[in-house]
């Protein structure tokens, strides 16, 4: 079968990200050599004046409690409370996909790659602020995450594009079978769910 259009755009698409993820790498570059810091064994070190710097712009928790709006203070409990869920949800991902991926023959997804807490160790932060990024960072990646694990199993057990088009489909969608194809997802299933290719499970896997 000969390439369609939405394969001819999705293969300019993965050019344009390799393009977009290369300026991204630049503009960190350029972002540590401004800001002074750097990568040792995966950790941020500023030079010494930045810190001081950093410390010096560092608003104190009691200030920072007293500015704070009554509804904020009210509203932790909500906020942090979600951790519960959040712990639970982690920890059912990863069970699940270390026992039933292993059964399937679905590449693993790599957790670590999806978690990059680091915004804790900036010094301009006081602990409240640390907590919260902390915390933020945790919840959007584990997102990031789940959306990974949910969206394999998901091109495992039923790739079948939808009638209508969701908000935001996940990288594997454009692959799966068109809605009402019944001959297409009979006969080309078994071996469509056995087609992982290196860029579905490229660097997220589990090594």
Same mark, same amino acid.
């Given at each position: 079968?000969?390439?369609?259009?939405?394969?001819?755009?999705?293969?300019?698409?993965?050019?344009?990200q390799r393009e977009l993820d290369q300026e991204f790498d630049r503009l960190l570059a350029d972002s540590r050599e401004q800001f002074r810091y750097s990568l040792q064994r995966g950790?941020?070190?500023?030079?010494?004046?930045?810190?001081?710097?950093?410390?010096?712009? !560092?608003? &104190?928790?009691?200030?920072? *409690?007293?500015?704070?709006?009554? +509804? /904020? %203070?009210?509203?932790?409990?909500?906020?942090?409370?979600?951790?519960?869920?959040?712990?639970?949800?982690?920890?059912?991902?990863?069970?699940?996909?270390?026992?039933?991926?292993?059964?399937?023959?679905?590449?693993?997804? !790599?957790? &670590?790659?999806?978690?990059? *807490?680091?915004?804790?160790?900036? +010094? /301009? %932060?006081?602990?409240?602020?640390?907590?919260?990024?902390?915390?933020?960072?945790?919840?959007?990646?584990?997102?990031?995450?789940?959306?990974?694990?949910?969206a394999r199993t998901e091109r495992y057990w039923c790739p079948i594009k939808h009638a209508q088009r969701t908000v935001d489909p996940h990288r594997y969608t454009a692959h799966f079978?068109?809605?009402?194809?019944?001959?297409?997802?009979?006969?080309?299933?078994?071996?469509?769910?056995?087609?992982?290719?290196?860029?579905?499970?490229?660097?997220?896997?589990?090594?």
């Open positions: 079968m000969g390439k369609t259009a939405l394969d001819e755009i999705l293969v300019r698409l993965r050019a344009t950790k941020v070190v500023f030079e010494q004046g930045m810190r001081l710097w950093h410390r010096q712009q !560092r608003t &104190g928790v009691w200030r920072y *409690l007293r500015q704070a709006p009554v +509804a /904020y %203070l009210l509203s932790a409990p909500f906020i942090y409370g979600m951790i519960v869920p959040l712990l639970l949800l982690d920890a059912a991902l990863t069970l699940y996909q270390h026992v039933c991926f292993r059964i399937y023959r679905i590449p693993r997804v !790599r957790r &670590g790659a999806y978690f990059r *807490l680091d915004r804790h160790r900036l +010094a /301009y %932060l006081n602990g409240i602020e640390k907590l919260n990024c902390l915390y933020c960072g945790y919840a959007n990646q584990l997102m990031e995450y789940a959306r990974e694990v949910v079978f068109e809605y009402g194809d019944a001959q297409s997802y009979r006969h080309e299933f078994q071996r469509f769910r056995r087609s992982w290719s290196p860029e579905d499970a490229s660097k997220h896997d589990q090594s």
